[in-house]
């Protein structure tokens, strides 16, 4: 049988939603940028959308999940509400972190997701910490950190697995391998192909995944889940993937062909789980479609909210500067 109807629909549905709603509010992002809309930077996720919905519809809302310079994608698929995160986006004192943080630094702790952090690699040891944090008070919540290639190169991604592999820390480590750091291809970082292989360092499991097949993200993620919460510690997960804009804004991608990106996109891994939910889950198209519609009217709706929202009270400045 394929392993694939081994999955409930509603899971698959739900992750499907997920992806919808980055991708959605990504491009729209981007569509804005180019009109001079967006204040700040944006480092955005289109590409990688299966890696982030796949690992969060396998956690429960109060595991934890730290992310990083690029948090749009993992704060939406963690249940970080969009017009939250968008009103972050415009500095609004509605923003989820005030207005104070802007597009690197999500925070919404209501539903696990701790402030994101623009210091490539920092998050790896911070999830370590937390998830000390539950085994030591006998929770059985889990910690996830999500990094990139460039990130597995610092050295807190050593330390920070380290230490979780010999206290048996409930975390995951989750490596999306977009194939850059920055301008940077893995193959000028790095003597290895294959980052998951240096799980054997640290006498943890470590498996390479394709990060454009959704499902696959799920089940992997779900096993490693499974394995944290019963006690049995970390695990290294490599996906797999390519982001299919620049790595930041500005960015003209020179270093990149259009024959490789093209490649990726051609795998879009959104495309990829419509046609299974269409194929083998003999889901109309207008049921997706009608996803697709309400999805735009969020995101709509998110937009809207954040550019009518008001600046933060100068007199704001100083809190959350110091303990209350
Ligand atoms: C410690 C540190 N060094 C350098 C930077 C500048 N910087 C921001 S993102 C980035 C590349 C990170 O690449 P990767 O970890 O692969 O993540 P990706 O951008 O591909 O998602 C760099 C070098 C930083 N933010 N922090
Ligand atoms: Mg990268």
């Keep these: 049988m394929n392993p694939e109807l081994t999955l409930d629909l509603d899971i698959i549905l739900e992750i499907y939603r997920r992806m919808v709603r980055i991708r959605q509010f990504e491009d729209r992002l981007y569509q804005m940028f ?12 289109q590409g990688q959308e299966a ?38 986006l415009w500095g609004k004192a509605t923003g989820c972190a005030g207005g104070k943080g802007g597009q690197m630094h999500m925070v919404d702790a209501a539903v696990g997701f701790p402030p994101s952090s623009a210091v490539v690699g920092s998050n790896i040891p911070m999830a370590t910490g937390a998830a000390l944090g539950f085994k030591l008070r006998g929770l059985d919540r889990v910690a996830v950190s999500f990094f990139g290639d460039g990130a ?36 000028l970082a790095m003597r290895i192909s294959d980052i998951a292989d240096r799980a054997k360092a640290y006498g943890i499991p470590g498996s390479v995944i394709d990060g454009m097949d959704a499902i696959a993200v799920y089940q992997s993620a779900s096993q490693a889940v499974a394995r944290a919460r019963n006690g049995a510690g ?66 709509d709706a998110a937009i809207q909210f954040a550019q ?13 500067v110091f303990a209350e």
């Design 152 to 187: 597995s190169n610092t050295g807190a991604f050593h330390e920070g697995i380290n230490l979780a592999a010999v206290k048996d820390a409930p975390v995951i480590f989750v490596c999306e391998n977009n194939q850059y750091a920055a301008s940077t291809h893995v193959s």
């Design 34 to 45: 180019l009109q001079g809309l967006v204040p700040g930077t944006l480092h955005q996720y």
């Design 51 to 88: 890696i982030a919905s796949g690992v969060c519809v396998a956690l429960r809302p109060d595991d934890v999940v730290f992310s990083t310079h690029r948090p749009v994608g993992h704060a939406i698929a963690k249940g970080v509400p969009l017009p939250g995160i968008a009103a972050e």
């Design 308 to 320: 009518a929202s008001p600046d933060p009270d100068p007199e704001s400045t100083y809190r959350h």
């Design 234 to 299: 970390p695990t290294l997960l490599e996906y797999k993937t390519y982001r299919f804009m620049g790595h930041s804004r500005g960015d003209p991608g020179g270093y990149r062909t259009k024959q490789e990106v093209d490649q990726w996109r051609s795998r879009d891994p959104i495309q990829r789980l419509q046609n299974a939910l269409i194929a083998q889950y003999s889901q109309p198209a207008g049921s997706l479609d009608q996803i697709e519609q309400d999805i735009l009217a969020e995101v």
